[in-house]
């Protein structure tokens, strides 16, 4: 309990982190930054995030969490601080920006191993349902934040939370090894080294979870952090609104990994129906979002179509990956799949303003329920197996 409740708690502060940069978005164009610079940065961290993913996640199977952990939040606070400082000048404040989603790449990986090695199967999805439901809820306090305080301010609070959970991290995590709680290497080969099944992802269906964390990444991820934007010039809504409104969605949106976990124990454990049936009703509510126009009833399509994307997701991150204990390679898989959906998102930042641009948002959003609709055929040869990825 302890174990799960200190990584949740961890994974707030990054999340809050993580989505500072859409919840001050209009504050900032308010004051004379423009919307592609902020694309830009958005691009660049998100970039910078999942090459570090990659890296990070696979030297966290070597490393202690623990280490991973707290040098990842406290790195990134500091950059994160320097940003906040030199902010307008756009070369070196990217190079800090990135700098903070590198060191945030730390920490999700190695804290999944960690989680599947310490606890059996079951608890293990347990501690990662928390910690992403703590991701999701990070996105509404970035929010409140956003809407009480400057935006440089809105940062800093964040980068301190991030600096204090540095330390608590470093000395729980040290109390939990010496009591036990925390214990690393696979519990059934006890003494020996653990072996690393390469070939096995394969039969682990490594490359449908990929591409789902891929085309997931551009809707929890890319069009997230523009959905104040969305509220502010799609609907016309106030800056002070569109805060408020952020905070409300973002925080309904964040109860999407339980409902998403209800759901897949529903249908037996299947994860491969549950994540078709996620897809072909987030491509339902994207696309009846664009024929309605009432602002209320659009932004609860909008919620609603973004719940269930981020539910596809939530299999990937609160089951598969957990799963993949007796592999040795819980942090590299992890951080793989979160290299490939921070790598699509990234992309997908630098295109969203620009296609705003040239296209409209009405027609971006048609583009998102295309991209739910590849995510449905994704899906549709897997679901009818007998035995899932999951339960192996």
């Known amino acids: 309990m302890f174990l799960g409740v200190l990584c949740s708690l961890s994974y707030f502060a990054v999340y809050i982190a993580r989505n500072i940069l859409g919840a001050v978005t209009p504050k900032m164009t308010a004051e004379s930054f423009s919307l592609d610079y902020i694309g830009e940065l958005a691009a660049v961290y998100l970039l910078a995030y999942a090459c570090g993913q990659l890296i990070n996640g696979s030297i966290g199977d070597f490393i202690k969490a623990k280490y991973m952990i707290s040098i990842g939040l406290l790195s990134a606070g500091i950059a994160s601080f320097v940003f906040v400082k030199i902010a307008t000048l756009p070369w070196a404040a990217m190079i800090a920006y990135a700098w903070t989603g590198f060191s945030l790449s730390m920490i999700y990986g190695p804290m999944t191993k960690m989680i599947a090695e310490s606890t059996d199967l079951l608890y293990a999805t347990r501690c990662s349902l928390g910690y992403t439901f703590a991701s999701f809820f ?25 600096i204090v959970m540095a330390v608590v991290c470093f000395v729980s995590f040290s109390v939990f090894e010496r009591k036990g709680i925390v214990k690393y290497g696979s519990p059934k080969k006890k003494g020996e080294k ?30 997230v952090s523009f959905l104040s934007t969305y509220f502010c010039d799609y609907l016309r809504y106030s800056e002070d609104k569109t805060a408020s409104i952020f905070s409300i969605t973002t925080f309904i949106i964040s109860f999407t990994a339980f409902i998403a976990v209800f759901v897949y124990e529903r249908l037996k454990k299947n994860i491969h129906l549950t994540t078709l049936l996620f897809f072909i009703l987030s491509t339902m509510f994207f696309t009846l979002s664009c024929f309605i126009y009432n602002p209320i009833a659009n932004i609860a399509l909008i919620v609603v179509a973004i719940m269930a994307s981020n539910a596809a997701a939530t299999m990937v991150w609160s089951v598969y990956c957990p799963s993949m204990r007796d592999t040795g390679l819980v942090s590299g898989v992890t951080g793989f799949l979160d290299f490939l959906s921070y790598a699509s998102a990234a992309l997908a930042s630098l295109l969203i303003p620009r296609l705003v641009t040239l296209f409209a948002w009405r027609n971006l959003i048609f583009a998102l329920a295309g991209i739910m609709v590849l995510g449905a055929i994704i899906c549709v040869p897997y679901f009818v197996k007998k035995k899932e990825t999951a339960e192996r």
């Open 138 to 162: 990070g996105s509404p306090m970035a929010g409140v934040l956003a809407s009480f305080l400057s935006w440089q301010a809105t940062f800093n609070v964040s980068n301190a939370a991030l």
């Open 194 to 223: 653990q072996a690393r099944d390469y070939k096995g992802l394969f039969k682990r269906h490594i490359v449908k979870f990929a591409a789902i964390a891929m085309l997931t990444g551009i809707v929890r991820t890319s069009f």
